[in-house]
Structures are given as C-alpha cells and as structure tokens.
C-alpha cells in the first residue's frame, strides 16, 4: 500500500505544479485552493508512504514523479518544447524511480 500512497503523493504533487503555472497566469481562488490542496495531499500520502518506506527512496521517487510530470504537463499542456533529448531525460528520471522500485 505504501508504493500506492507514494504514486498518489507524486501525482498530487504534479497537481500543484500545474496550478503554480496556473496561479501565474489567472489569478482565481480555484487555482490558489488547488494548489494549496495538490501540495497538502501530496505531502500527507509522502508521509502515509515513508511509515513503510526508506526515507531515501520515497523523496527520490516521489520527486522523480514530480518534476517529470511537471515537464510533461507542460509539454501537453503549455507549449513547452518537446523535443527528444527532453524525452529523453524525462524517461531516465522514470526509469530510475521504477529501478527504485524494483530493487525495494
């Protein structure tokens, strides 16, 4: 259950840096309680994942799901550049915390 808190934690963090993006761009109460909800969910399931846990490999994980998330909403969703070395770097971000996994 601690890897599924952990997957949780990420894409909720993935949510506050979507609405970080969003705040910047229209400043609404939706976005702000968004973030501030996305960053609090997210921090509540890192904890919930860490009582089973290494310190160590739920940080490295849950931000691996985090920043490659981000940079892949912002590809899909804000116009960022796509191109292949970006792809490229994303996927050994996610590798690692799957190899993370694998070997916990």
């Known amino acids: 259950m601690s890897w599924v808190y952990l997957i949780l934690a ?3 963090e993935m949510t506050g840096v979507a609405m970080i993006n969003s ?3 229209n400043r609404n109460w939706q976005s702000l309680i ?6 609090g969910a997210s ?7 860490m009582k089973e846990l290494p310190m160590g490999t739920a940080y490295a994980v849950w931000t691996g ?3 490659s998330g981000g940079a892949i909403l912002g590809m899909i969703f804000y ?4 191109d292949a070395k970006r792809i490229f770097f994303i996927a050994l971000v996610l590798g690692s915390a ?3 996994k694998l070997i916990s």
Do not use: M, S, T
């Open 10 to 12: 990420g894409l909720f």
């Open 23 to 25: 705040l910047h761009k």
């Open 34 to 39: 968004l973030l501030f909800g996305g960053f």
């Open 43 to 49: 921090f509540l399931f890192l904890a919930l994942a």
């Open 65 to 67: 799901i985090g920043a």
């Open 79 to 82: 116009g960022e550049p796509k």
């Open 98 to 100: 799957i190899g993370l």
